[in-house]
């Protein structure tokens, strides 16, 4: 099957590079369009835990890979598109399996190099309607591509995208199955402990033991609790039909699992001093409920879920500056309450939080997080930085942790203008205590350091 699709995608590099609208089906496939990109991502984490059992270490991991993407030209309203994925490690610790050696969130089952078809989609458009079948990449707010590592996360699901409404766009979609990316492998959940169920779960990701999930696509349901069940079902509207304001509304029901109601709002405007300076407001809230057979009794307890989430961002925009000020609470639990009961859950790769950092921490916490950025176009270079800063403040019964924890975040990013379509990005991020330990406490914290490229085509 992988030499048909490498052959298929070979054939479509040689028909050339053009999308236009086909007049005939041959000439479908013969004006179709040829993208993609390659990517390298180097990793080192240092884990440092403070302890009576000391055992720091750090883990380091290389990879090269990317994808190639062929897409028909429509015919009639009629497209195709198919997409091959792939990353192959290389200068990597032995024994390779070993994660305190080997970071695995580059890399594929077992901390191998691995390959997959992970788009291949029919897609049919008329007047102010788009309708897609098949494997392809969502990037929706509780559920997305997160594209932080190698290789993103993908979907087999079929959407339905409508403009008819002025100044709205709608969006429906019903997903089956999903296939992790490489980022998500950063969580584990095979020690069973409930711990690191909700850590994992509270980010985006499985429940189950998520690192062996990897690369294949698996049922919504088996993927995120470890029992099949009939899929992700969403819905939404956006409405901008207001000068300098943006409004979102999500639904997402997992079946059998739970309902998640996700609600944004942005409203930028020009501040009366200044024309240069663009201040913005943003809140989000999302609230979820458990449904059907309630499936979250996986992680103990008697499945139900009721759990609220609200966040505020505020910031400005001048010239090339830009900065922010987001805080955000999630609701908490009674000592008697199962651990994730008012949990803020997202298990397919979403997570919009507007205090997202290198973690997520959404069960009974209060955070804030500020950040600036600067772009230096006008120094003559284009690079851009940006630093951030933020703190987790953990409630109690929250079944994963205790007392705070707090995160620094540095990126550079460079377009080098001798190589067009190329990008290069640096990244350091720092965490303190996150986690502790209660019975002796000691803590984990790391120092992570990013180097990345990526060549579009």
Not at 348 to 377: H, S
Request: proline fraction near 2%.
């Amino acid at each position: 099957m992988k030499k048909k699709v490498l052959l298929a995608l070979g054939v479509a590099v040689l028909m050339g590079e053009t999308l236009q609208a086909a007049d005939s089906l041959e000439s479908m496939f013969m004006d179709g369009n040829v993208s993609g990109q390659i990517r390298s991502f180097s990793i080192a984490r240092g884990v440092g835990f403070s302890s009576p059992t000391k055992s720091d270490y750090t883990r380091r991991s290389n990879a090269v890979g990317g994808f190639l993407k062929y897409e028909t030209a429509p015919w009639e309203g009629l497209s195709l598109g198919t997409a091959f994925y792939t990353t192959n490690g290389f200068a990597l610790a032995t024994p390779q399996t070993d994660n305190t050696k080997v970071d695995p969130t580059v890399l594929g089952k077992d901390n191998g190099s691995y390959s997959i078809l992970g788009e291949a989609y029919l897609q049919y458009k008329i007047q102010n309607t788009v309708v897609t079948a098949g494997r392809q990449k969502l990037n929706t707010p509780l559920a997305g591509a997160d594209d932080g590592r190698m290789l993103p996360n993908l979907f087999q699901a079929y959407t339905l995208t409508n403009k008819d409404i002025k100044d709205t766009t709608v969006f429906v979609a019903h997903a089956t199955d999903f296939a992790q990316g490489t980022f998500g492998r950063i969580y584990s959940s095979e020690s069973g402990l409930i711990r690191d169920k909700i850590l994992a779960s509270t980010a985006a990701y499985s429940a189950v033991d998520d690192r062996n999930q990897v690369g294949e696509f698996v049922n919504i349901g088996t993927y995120a609790l470890g029992t099949k069940t009939d899929g992700l079902s969403i819905a939404s509207a956006t409405y901008s039909g207001i000068k300098n304001l943006k409004l979102q509304v999500w639904d997402y029901y997992a079946h059998d699992i739970m309902n998640s109601v996700y609600l944004q709002g942005d409203y930028k405007w020009d501040c009366f001093l200044s024309q240069k300076v663009k201040p913005f407001v943003a809140v989000q809230y999302i609230k979820e409920n458990d449904v059907g057979d309630k499936l979250l009794k996986y992680m103990g307890g008697d499945g139900s879920l009721e759990s609220d989430y609200l966040a505020l961002k505020l910031g400005a925009n001048i010239d090339n500056f830009s900065s922010y000020l987001a805080y955000s609470q999630v609701s908490e639990n009674s000592m008697t309450d199962p651990v994730y009961a008012h949990a803020t859950m997202t298990m397919w790769g979403g997570m919009p939080a507007f205090i997202q950092g290198m973690l997520t921490r959404l069960a009974g916490t209060k955070a804030e997080k500020a950040q600036v950025a600067y772009n230096w176009k006008d120094f003559g270079a284009n690079v851009e930085t940006s630093a951030s800063y933020a703190k987790f403040d953990m409630g109690q019964n929250n079944g994963w942790t205790m007392g705070d924890a707090s995160e620094y975040d540095f990126m550079l990013t460079y377009l080098p203008a001798a190589v067009k379509n190329l990008e290069v990005r640096a990244r350091a991020n720092y965490s303190d205590d996150f986690l502790v330990f209660p019975a002796n406490g000691g803590s984990l914290s790391w120092d992570e350091y990013h180097l990345i490229l990526k060549y579009n085509f």
